[in-house]
T-cell receptor, first 114, second 117 residues
Framework: EAQVTQNPRYLITVTGKKLTVTCSQNMNHEYMSWYRQDPGLGLRQIYYSMNVEVTDKGDVPEGYKVSRKEKRNFPLILESPSPNQTSLYFC?????????????FGPGTRLTVT | KQEVTQIPAALSVPEGENLVLNCSFTDSAIYNLQWFRQDPGKGLTSLLLIQSSQREQTSGRLNASLDKSSGRSTLYIAASQPGDSATYLCAVRRGPHSGAGSYQLTFGKGTKLSVIP
């Protein structure tokens, strides 16, 4: 089944403890991205990647890092999480180039930082 | 900077009604527009994708239209059912010649739909 997977789905952590949220897609998509969703603010893009080893900042990149060493994986790293990073996070991917650029989303990761 | 607005923010209708959800965007230089459905606490499910050269797309009881020049899209839901209750999100994707942020997807804040049995 074509899908985007994220792990973990739920995470409670403490301020300053480094964490990684994994994202993987099995559709051979070049384009991958991370979003956070907050009440009243909607979905905002954190980082995106056009292809392997190519990443760029979205609208709210502060406090986050990403890497794209393989086409299928795009992990999100919080080196020193803070309470204002408590949010619902989504990974997404799209077939780019001459593809449709239809976006597919993962199931989400609910992160709480205390 | 692209801005996407969805009106109304919330809508409650009796079962069986036809309804229209609206989406407007400020920059008409888009690559495509996508409608999503989101159930509470869940991920986003793609409903319809309209490329910039298209005027509309249909899937079952759903029909989405696009008027790029006026910066508007509508999602029409026929014969609404309680299972249609969810938040509907509109997102527009920038074109390839937009400089930094080319192909970026910008979301509206959604319309929360409640269909009353």
């Amino acid at each position: 089944e074509a899908q985007v997977t994220q792990n973990p789905r739920y995470l409670i952590t403490v301020t300053g403890k480094k964490l990684t949220v994994t994202c993987s897609q099995n559709m051979n998509h070049e384009y991958m991205s991370w979003y956070r969703q907050d009440p009243g603010l909607g979905l905002r893009q954190i980082y995106y990647s056009m292809n392997v080893e190519v990443t760029d900042k979205g609208d709210v990149p502060e406090g986050y890092k990403v890497s794209r060493k393989e086409k299928r994986n795009f992990p999100l790293i919080l080196e020193s999480p803070s309470p204002n990073q408590t949010s619902l996070y989504f990974c997404a991917s799209s077939l780019s180039g001459t593809g449709t650029w239809e976006q597919y989303f993962g199931p989400g990761t609910r992160l709480t930082v205390t | 900077k692209q801005e996407v607005t969805q009106i109304p923010a919330a809508l409650s209708v009796p079962e069986g009604e036809n309804l229209v959800l609206n989406c407007s965007f400020t920059d008409s230089a888009i690559y495509n527009l996508q409608w999503f459905r989101q159930d509470p606490g869940k991920g986003l499910t793609s409903l319809l994708l309209i490329q910039s050269s298209q005027r509309e797309q249909t899937s079952g009881r759903l029909n989405a239209s696009l008027d790029k020049s006026s910066g508007r899209s509508t999602l029409y839901i026929a014969a609404s059912q309680p299972g249609d209750s969810a938040t509907y999100l509109c997102a527009v994707r920038r074109g390839p010649h937009s400089g930094a942020g080319s192909y970026q997807l910008t979301f509206g804040k959604g319309t929360k739909l409640s269909v009353i049995p």
